[in-house]
């Protein structure tokens, strides 16, 4: 990975960071679009958990969101509980070009889901970038996981 995918990261862990502690029940999630070099987008998870970062991304982003890379600080969901698309169905569906993932997300609603899902959507996925970074913001959301419980039952 190149030097601009770390700065494009850290922009998405900055973020996070942003919304870090308002989000319950969900994680504070960052998403960067970028395509040729520019931003198109950067989001977070917002307050309350709803609406997660991707789709805030997609939308902000629109049409020129194809062809685009997502750098995103947590795996995209790859369900959710009421049964809408998931983070890594949209971001397939936008034709996002590549993803690019801090950390990955132990929670029910993603546990390498999403990841396999933009896979089998052939859509290329780097995971790891910048986890020592990002992982502050999840160390709670990982604790809460591990102990079985999944702090919201949603995803």
Known sequence: MSDADAEFMRLAIEAARANHGLTAPNPSVGCVLVKGGAVLAS??????????????????????ARGA????????????????????????????ARVVIACDDPSPFAAGQGSERL???GVPLEQGLLADEAEFLYAAWRAQNASGQHPSGKG
């Open 43 to 64: 989001t977070a998870t917002a307050p309350g958990g709803r609406p997660h970062a991707e789709e805030q991304a997609l939308a902000a982003a629109g049409e020129a």
């Open 119 to 121: 896979r089998a959507a």
């Open 69 to 96: 890379t997502a750098y995103v600080t947590l795996e995209p969901c790859g369900a959710r509980s009421a049964g809408s698309p998931s983070c890594s169905e949209l971001l397939a569906r936008a034709g996002i």
